[in-house]
């Protein structure tokens, strides 16, 4: 076995034990023994079992990284999604003990930072995608990093839960978790599912022919357009439900304009009512008073 062979056979070996055990429960004993080794071969590839697990971390790290960097790459800010959703889940699907091995408690001799760390890295990508989003509907830019946080948190601990129990299968987990952050709560699809685009991206870890390439394309641009439609679509209801609220402003202010004139009739006739009711009272106190000074001449003293 070549020096690059006894290499790559002592990583895979240590990858399979940190991921049962642990950097802590692992041995350089138990690493040699199970490849069949010395310990001062494994010293001379990686210095000691701190230099060995620094690469298994590495290289995990940076096959997740990349792989979620190339599922941001596509146009569609939906897609873009699913395609991160479904990135995350298909590395743990493929490649568990990694995944295992990068959310454990990281030990400070792995020289590359912790999986939060990695989280972080992925939702500073994911911020990017979502102020543009957030631009072009007109909301604040200065709130994507919070949901970045939010959107590759709430990923990464369903990665972990997927982790152990695999059920339902990875494409409807990424439908439902594509489903709750980008409908909400109040706009949940009673049937979520993964775009046709990412479906056909994700069927085969191959190269793709250019015909495929192009099937793929034509594909996402269906998709656009779909999305599209639907954002007109609810622009339209959206336009609707306002001139509809205009409409019932009007009719509410018509009647309020209604009600008031009515009070000022009746307030009019009511202060017309006093008035007559004034004169009467002032013609009476006359008639007595005028009375009274008949009697009075009629019957002097």
Not at 224 to 236: D, I, M, S, T
Not at 294 to 300: G, I, S, T
């Amino acid at each position: 076995m070549s020096g690059s062979e006894r290499r790559e056979q002592l990583i895979h070996i240590s990858r399979t034990l940190f991921a049962e055990k642990g950097f802590d429960g692992t041995s350089i004993e138990e690493i040699a023994a199970t490849a069949q080794v010395s310990k001062p071969v494994v010293y001379e590839h990686f210095g000691g079992k701190e230099g060995v697990y620094a690469v298994v971390v590495d290289r995990e790290m940076q096959k997740l990284l990349g792989m979620i960097t190339e599922a941001l790459a596509a146009t569609h800010s939906l897609i873009k999604l699913e395609r991160a959703a479904l990135a995350l889940l298909q590395y743990i699907e493929e490649s568990s003990e990694g995944f295992r091995i990068l959310v454990r408690d990281s030990h400070a001799a792995s020289g590359t930072g912790t999986f939060a760390s990695l989280i972080s890295e992925i939702a500073s990508q994911v911020e990017d995608v979502l102020a543009d989003e957030f631009a072009s509907r007109g909301y604040d830019p200065k709130l994507a990093p919070m949901y970045a946080q939010m959107l590759v948190g709430m990923v990464a601990l369903t990665g972990q839960w997927w982790l152990d129990v695999r059920k339902p299968g990875r494409e409807e987990v990424a439908a439902n978790l594509v489903n709750l952050a980008w409908n909400g709560l109040t706009g949940l699809n009673p049937n979520p599912s993964i775009t046709a685009a990412t479906r056909d991206l994700s069927s085969s870890a191959k190269p793709r022919p250019a015909a495929a390439a192009d099937k793929l394309r034509e594909f996402e641009k269906a998709r656009e357009k779909e999305l599209k439609e639907a954002e007109k679509l609810r622009q339209r209801e959206l336009k609707e439900a306002e001139k509809a609220r205009v409409r019932e402003l009007k009719e509410r202010e018509r009647l309020l304009k209604e009600a008031e004139k009515e009070r000022e009739r009746l307030l009019k006739e009511a202060e017309k009512a006093r008035e007559r009711e004034e004169k009467i009272r002032q013609r009476e106190a006359r008639l007595a008073e005028r009375a009274a000074r008949l009697e009075q001449v009629d019957h002097p003293e």
